[in-house]
């Protein structure tokens, strides 16, 4: 394929050498007269292992070259590759006066060329720039319309410095976000010599992807570098013990709690926060991102209660009480604190949970229910039908596989708040039916 790559910084050098290994025609394309002139001389502008000599080989194979004129590359290609930096602006907000311009620019040679020709982003940008933002903007500036005569996609990359080339053969998979399936199959021709998974979405979820991936890796440095400074406050190996925090690969290594879902609760999370944070603080160390945890998560019962607030309705039926579906433990479930939110501020409540009944409490539960929500059994009832009958708001709090009923037997009119994505396939066919934080 014929592939113009803007933008000869770190991940356009890299993506050009090795596209151009694959058997692509490649011309990169930089402002910059020096990276110019270097890579056409089979040097790389960048300094990255194993790249000085791939560029060197792809220029003397003339698969691989480079031009300051956008008139030319446009012409001589058929897909362009966005690989211009997205740096952060005094703010924090992210500066697009690079993709801008390029897009601009790439839009404007447009103007002369009666091909299709199909644009993939590679900057990483803010879920929604492509659409919102990009689309309009080759539009206006190219005098033609999406899917008549140009094309976008956005491709992130995952390219790690010191390891690129190896990252570009070897990525964990291929992401590409469309708006119509001929781009994604383009782009799947384009990587076809890569042995990845190759997926597709559409432009935001891929967006997103990028940010949520990135965002992560610093959460998992932090949370290491903070639970290493506390083993190092109390001389115990940091190491060591993450080596035996990684050999659980069912909940710490895993897809576990990655699911958006309500906020967490039950005997042992917050309990052990809590307890953590104070040894620490006895040690004199401040443990920033430990400490914001739970913070973050009232926070996101506070979200619960603002959208059950925001429907409007006094009669509220909530499913579920314990912490999770299977379980009767009620201590620091974060819908016992939702509900006793809601009747705090005068609503109407039914909850129906199995598995919490007042004559089976005892204990812990039973003191935590009397001290939290002295009026429970007034609020219990013994079936769906309960709820149904009474309430114009239903909440679903946990997973228990009984309440997915609920949707045959609601009425239409029946507001439905999901905190859990208990009906993840077909939520669309629900009227009045709305998730949390999805």
Known sequence: ????????????????????????????????????????????????????????????????????????????????????????????????????????????????????????????????????????????????????????????????????????????????????????????????????????????????????????????ISFANELGSYCKSLGIDSHEVMEMFFKDTKLNISKAYLRPGFAFGGSCLPKDLRALLYHAKSHDLSLPLLESVLPSNERHLQRAVEMVLAQGKRKIGVLGLSFKAGTDDLRESPLVLLTETLL??????????????????????KEYIEKEIPHLSSLLCRSLDEIVDFAEVIVIGNGNREFASIFDKRKPEQIIIDLVRLLPDNASSQPNYFGLCW
């Open 344 to 365: 705090g501020k005068g609503y109407e409540l039914r909850v129906f949970d199995r598995d919490v009944s007042m004559a089976r409490l005892m204990g812990g539960n």
């Open 1 to 220: 394929m014929r592939i113009s790559i803007f933008g000869l910084g770190y991940v356009g050098t890299v993506t050009s050498a090795c596209f151009a290994r694959l058997g692509h025609q490649v011309i990169g394309v930089d402002v910059n007269a020096q990276k110019v002139g270097l890579l056409n001389d089979g040097k790389s502008p960048i300094v990255e292992e194993e790249i000085g000599e791939l560029v060197l080989q792809q220029v003397r194979n003339g698969k691989l070259r480079a031009t300051d004129n956008i008139d030319e590359a446009i012409a001589n290609s058929e897909i362009s590759l966005i690989c211009v930096g997205t740096p952060s602006s005094g703010n924090g907000s992210l500066s697009l006066h690079s993709v801008f311009g390029v897009c601009k620019s790439i839009a404007q040679a447009l103007r002369s060329k009666s091909e299709d020709h199909l644009i993939v982003v590679r900057s990483t940008v803010v879920p929604g720039t492509v659409n919102r933002q990009l689309i309009p903007l080759i539009e206006r500036e190219s005098n033609k319309a999406l899917g008549k005569g140009f094309s976008i996609c956005f491709n992130p990359e995952f390219l790690r410095e010191g390891s690129s080339v190896k990252d570009f053969d070897s990525p964990p998979f291929t992401i590409v976000g469309v708006r119509d399936q001929a781009s994604a199959e383009k782009v799947r021709e384009l990587y076809k010599d890569i042995t990845a998974p190759f997926y597709v979405t559409n432009l935001e979820v891929a967006e997103t992807v990028k940010y949520a991936s990135n965002i992560y890796h610093a959460l998992k």
